[in-house]
């Protein structure tokens, strides 16, 4: 599975930004696309999650009610939609895959990762 990430940017806080991962390769509607994100000096932290069925969906304590996963099996992409967006989401943002059937806050259970995009948000 390869993966690739964009729709990161700048955005004033209380703003929103919407990313995609185009996803190419063969995936099974097992797999689980996670959202990550990394901001400098810290470690990659868990974002959200979804099941390429669509049928699983978990978010971080730190983004419920404000981030939305989504995919789009005619398109091929995994979606966040990240509204009311607050400094402290500033990072840079990667999606990743998961060839099992089983959802995962760790960053190294996933398999494939994108490039990451950077958000920025400011105060």
Not at 58 to 74: C, L, M, P, Q, W
Request: net charge positive; with cysteine; aromatic share 12%.
């Amino acid at each position: 599975v390869q993966l690739q990430a964009s729709g990161g940017g700048l955005v004033q806080a209380g703003g929103s930004l919407r990313l995609s991962c185009a996803v190419s390769g063969r995936t099974f509607s097992y797999y689980r696309m996670g959202w990550f994100r990394q901001a400098p000096g810290m470690e990659r932290e868990f974002v959200a999650v979804i099941s390429w069925s669509g049928d699983s969906i978990a978010y971080a304590d730190s983004v419920k009610g404000r981030f939305t996963i989504s995919r789009d099996k005619a398109k091929n992409t995994v979606n966040l939609q990240m509204n009311s967006l607050k400094p402290e989401d500033t990072a840079v943002y990667y999606c990743a895959a998961r060839k099992t059937p089983y959802n995962s806050f760790v960053a190294g259970n996933y398999d494939s990762w994108g490039q990451g995009t950077q958000v920025t948000v400011s105060s």
